[in-house]
């Protein structure tokens, strides 16, 4: 039996099952059947602290629980089913699904375009069924790829979901493994990829069993959820085989194309050979063998080159990383807020960079962090960066939940939508904001421990107790209303239809125009004006040259530009009646002779494609990635 194998194993005929935990340090383990008057079964130790144990009558939906060392029986750590929530028994589930989608050979990542959403939120029913049918209208949008928030088994019916607490079960409440492997079929049907959010730093607070099986938390390490992982100490190993295992089981057998590992910064290893490099090279290798590829995408505040750098070259060697300096200098730029981390950002100018460089923090000072952090990722592919100017975190860590549509102007939410689709990176886009949704997106739970209950309240008003210090508290993480108020509303004013109209225009040229695709970041030059809130970039290929003009100000202003002689396009307009703009630029082209002045309204942007050129393009004054 593989080490990435765990839990139970049905036979292919149906009827026989293999059951497999992992108990290091116990003397004994045994099955428990609670619905079968039998007595427990006693399992048979193998290498490295496995216990293994077949029995031929035993289909799917047989409940069972593990007894280690005579202790109190618990649930299954690699559980594929929990029909009884968190507490109760694992059962035996039949993982085989008829794939339908044969041709599917996965996307090259300067492709995605990634869509995150909740399942419980996107739609009113909240299933992976009634995901599949938003599927088509994302295909229509230009999205190519989306990404599902972690759907490993949590307490309750209501969560984010990084408080799951069985890693091989998909969440009971959405459609169970079933549902889910449904949803990725449909999605490859129509040539969407697939990207997973998995949590491989911490467990949830509640159900959480591993401890009762084995040494797979240390003291050594603690994290701001608690205990650490035991990625590096003694018995690590078998730790390591079942996270990595993990990523066998989601990519393998519910064919996901990509992972998107949360908070890797949390993720504490010292070891020669660290648990993320090898996570990178078996994803990786086992793309190999299915051929098609699979993409390792982390969350990684450390701003840190080395964990998308190949493996032979010291790095990682994972895929992609999140970005979130792009997202911070953009928000600032167009809120003005400076509260918190926002502190650090607010010029144009680190915007700028965020497009030629990628990290804003690249080992320069954080006033925030009171200490220099980051390194140098000028060297860095476009494609190595996932970025936003939206998402979970930024906008559901908010005192209540606000999306950029509940907190911009009109003209200020249409330059965030092309100042995100017109960067050399692959961006990601937030359910909803297609469609400036103005439903807020907010903190919820379902626990059933009182205790834990009040903590998570406790915890919140604690956090946001400024923010509130006139009165009220923010809305209870506990109760469904929150829940409820957090399902996506899409605006169907004329305002809202407009951005959706942008979105889908923007998504088309990033197709259509080479010079627009996320590979090309060291052809990328930007030119900021901190004082006048203009930014400049011009984009190009071999192919084609794009300039893409940004007024923050809220005035209009003229906004000169060095422009190669010839004729260029206005490929989109903001201010045009389109985009439900007062439509006062009327020229569809404009004529450079070296240099153009161009009229821009407050809150606006305007792309410009060369046609016919006499002379390359002027990029001297420009900044260079």
């Known amino acids: 039996m593989s080490a990435w194998e765990h839990g139970a194993l049905l036979a292919a005929d149906g009827k026989s099952t293999r059951f497999r935990v992992w108990a290091p340090l116990s003397n004994t383990a045994s099955l428990v059947l609670p619905d079968r008057d039998v007595e427990n079964v006693p399992m048979v130790r193998q290498s490295s602290g496995y216990y293994e144990l077949t029995l031929a009558d035993c289909p799917a939906g047989t409940r069972y629980l593990f007894e280690i060392d005579g202790t109190t029986p618990r649930p299954d750590p690699a559980s594929r089913w929990q029909p009884d929530g968190v507490h109760g028994p694992s059962a035996v589930l039949n993982t085989h699904f008829d794939w339908t989608a044969s041709e599917w050979t996965g996307r090259p990542l300067e492709e995605y375009v990634i869509y995150e959403f909740h399942v419980g939120t996107l739609t009113a029913d909240g299933t992976f069924d009634a995901a599949i049918a938003e599927l088509p209208r994302l295909k229509e949008l230009g999205i190519t790829a989306v990404e599902v928030m972690p759907i490993a088994e949590f307490p309750g019916d209501r969560n984010w979901g990084y408080d799951g607490v069985f890693m091989y079960a998909a969440q009971q409440s959405y459609g169970g493994l079933s549902g889910f492997q449904r949803f990725v079929d449909a999605a490859h049907k129509l040539q969407l990829a697939v990207v997973l959010d998995v949590v491989y730093n911490h467990l949830g607070p509640e159900g959480n069993y591993l401890s009762c099986f084995g040494p797979y938390f240390t003291e050594k390490y603690h994290t701001p959820w608690g205990s650490s992982l035991n990625f590096d100490g003694a018995h690590s190993d078998g730790v390591r085989d079942f996270f990595v295992g993990n990523a066998i089981f989601w990519t393998e057998h519910c064919q996901v194309d990509a992972l998107r590992l949360d908070a890797v910064h949390a993720i504490i290893d010292e070891s020669a050979y660290p648990f993320l490099r090898r996570l990178s090279d078996e994803c990786h290798a086992l793309g190999r063998h299915l051929r098609k590829p699979i993409y390792v995408i982390g969350e990684n505040e450390r701003n840190d080159p080395l964990f998308v750098t190949a493996t032979e070259m010291g790095g990682v060697g994972a895929d992609s990383q999140w970005n979130d300096d792009f997202h911070h200098a953009l928000h600032t730029v167009l809120t003005g807020e400076s509260h918190g981390y926002y502190k650090d950002y607010g010029k144009v100018s680190q915007l700028a960079k965020a497009y030629t460089d990628g990290f804003i923090f690249d080992g320069c000072y954080s006033t925030n962090r009171a200490c220099h952090y980051g390194a140098d990722s000028r060297h860095l592919d476009g494609i190595r960066f996932v970025i936003c100017s939206q998402n979970h975190d930024q906008v559901g860590n908010r005192p209540i939940g606000e999306r950029l549509s509940m907190i911009l102007e009109f003209p200020q939410l249409k330059l965030a939508a092309v100042a995100l689709l017109t960067a050399p990176a692959v961006p990601l886009i937030f359910m909803g904001e297609e469609t400036a949704a103005k439903s807020p997106f907010l903190y919820f739970v379902s626990h059933s421990d009182p205790s834990l209950i009040d903590g998570v309240r406790e915890g919140r008003k604690k956090e946001f107790r400024e923010f509130f210090a006139t009165g009220g508290d923010p809305p209870d993480p506990q109760a469904e209303k929150t829940f409820l108020q957090s399902k996506v509303?899409?605006?169907?004013?004329?305002?809202?239809?407009?951005?959706?109209?942008?979105?889908?225009?923007?998504?088309?040229?990033?197709?259509?125009?080479?010079?627009?695709?996320?590979?090309?970041?060291?052809?990328?030059?930007?030119?900021?004006?901190?004082?006048?809130?203009?930014?400049?970039?011009?984009?190009?290929?071999?192919?084609?040259?794009?300039?893409?003009?940004?007024?923050?100000?809220?005035?209009?202003q003229i906004v000169t530009v060095p422009a190669a002689e010839g004729e260029w396009s206005v490929l989109l307009d903001t201010d045009s009646k389109k985009y439900e703009g007062s439509g006062n630029r009327a020229a569809s082209a404009m004529k450079s002779s070296g240099e153009m002045r161009i009229p821009m309204p407050g809150g606006s942007a305007v792309l410009l494609q060369l046609c016919h050129t006499t002379a390359l393009t002027n990029t001297k004054t420009m900044k260079s990635g």
Not at 509 to 525: H, M, Q, V
Not at 526 to 537: C, G, Y
């Open 489 to 556: 509303k899409p605006d169907t004013s004329k305002q809202g239809k407009a951005i959706t109209d942008l979105y889908t225009t923007l998504l088309r040229l990033r197709k259509e125009i080479s010079a627009l695709r996320p590979g090309n970041k060291r052809r990328t030059f930007a030119e900021a004006n901190d004082h006048r809130r203009t930014l400049v970039i011009s984009r190009h290929d071999d192919e084609s040259t794009v300039l893409c003009l940004f007024n923050f100000a809220e005035a209009e």
